[in-house]
């Protein structure tokens, strides 16, 4: 939903969650993806893809990092 451009009050009133809750999800994503924004998340997202005419199965976003 971040990458489709839903901020974190529509995202919450998607999810049936507070906005609150969304963004402690997204600081823990951004943490566990060691990237600090959401542009940092969409060139991550973007390379995944570009990587996805070797996919072979498994995680494809194993290799990436």
Same mark, same amino acid.
């Given at each position: 939903?971040?990458?489709?451009? #839903?901020?974190?009050?529509?995202?919450?009133?998607? !999810?049936?969650?507070?906005?609150?809750?969304?963004?402690?999800?997204?600081?823990?994503? #951004?943490?566990?993806?060691?990237?600090?924004?959401? !542009?940092?998340?969409?060139?991550?997202?973007?390379?995944?893809?570009?990587?996805?005419?070797? #996919?072979?199965?498994?995680?494809? !976003?194993?290799?990436?990092?």
């Amino acid at each position: 939903m971040v990458l489709q451009g #839903y901020s974190p009050a529509a995202i919450a009133d998607k !999810l049936f969650i507070s906005p609150g809750t969304v963004r402690v999800h997204l600081r823990n994503s #951004y943490k566990k993806l060691d990237i600090g924004s959401q !542009l940092d998340l969409q060139n991550l997202f973007i390379g995944a893809l570009m990587q996805f005419e070797h #996919y072979e199965g498994g995680d494809p !976003l194993e290799g990436f990092f």
